[in-house]
C-alpha cells in the first residue's frame, strides 16, 4: 500500500528533477573533458604518418631509402611502427646495382626514459615481415635501425609532439621524420 504522505510534493519533485540535471550535466561535462583529454594527452592513443628518407654512405657503399611510416602508441606501453618502401644501394657512378622493397611492422616494448628530454627506449619484441619484403640483412644494416630488424633489439628515440598535429621523431644524430597525426573524426 502507497501511503500518499511519503509521495514527494509537486515541489519536491521539480527540485528533485532539477537536482538529477545538474549531476547529469556536471558528470557528462566531466567525461567529456576526460575524453578531451585522454586524446590530447601524449603519447597514449597517438598515431601518426610520416615519409622518411634515408641516404647514408658507408665506405664506398652509398644507399637510399624512401618510405612511409605509420607509428602507434597501443595500450600497455607498446608502439607499432609500420614500414613501407624500396631500399637502392648504388655503385660507385650512381648507377642503381640492388633494389630492395620494405613492407614490415615492428611492435616494441617501451620505457619513457626522461620525460625533460622527450627521451623513449623501444625493444622490439615482433617484427612481421610481409611476403614481397625482401630487404636482406646487408641493406636492413645500412638503411634502418637495428630494432627495425634485429628482434629483442633496444634503440633510443627521442619523440617530442610539437602541437595537435605533428611530432618530431629523432635518434641523438639526427630527425628521422616528421609525424602528422592521424585526424580523428
Known amino acids: 500500500m502507497i501511503s500518499f504522505r511519503t509521495w514527494p510534493s509537486p ?28 586524446k590530447i594527452a601524449f ?14 654512405t658507408y665506405d664506398n657503399e652509398r644507399a637510399r631509402l624512401t618510405s612511409s611510416l605509420y607509428f602507434s602508441f597501443l595500450d600497455n606501453n607498446k608502439i607499432l611502427i609500420s614500414l613501407s618502401g624500396t631500399g637502392y644501394l648504388y655503385d660507385k657512378t650512381g648507377k642503381v646495382i640492388e633494389r630492395k622493397t620494405l613492407l614490415r611492422n615492428i611492435y616494441f616494448d617501451y620505457v619513457h626514459e626522461s620525460k625533460s628530454t622527450d ?43 610539437y602541437d595537435e598535429n605533428t611530432m618530431l621523431i629523432e635518434s641523438n644524430q639526427s630527425p628521422i621524420m616528421m609525424c602528422v597525426f592521424k585526424s580523428e573524426l
Open 43 to 56: 603519447p597514449v592513443n597517438t598515431s601518426c604518418r610520416g615519409n622518411m628518407i634515408v641516404e647514408p
Open 119 to 161: 627521451t623513449y627506449s623501444l625493444t622490439s619484441t615482433q617484427i612481421n615481415i610481409d611476403s614481397v619484403d625482401n630487404m636482406d640483412w646487408k641493406m636492413s644494416s645500412l638503411l634502418l635501425m637495428n630494432s627495425f630488424f634485429l628482434n629483442g633489439h633496444t634503440d633510443t628515440l627521442v619523440l617530442k609532439k
Open 11 to 38: 515541489g519536491q519533485k521539480s527540485t528533485s528533477l532539477i537536482l538529477l540535471m545538474a549531476v547529469t550535466l556536471l558528470a557528462a561535462n566531466l567525461y567529456g573533458t576526460s575524453v578531451k583529454n585522454n
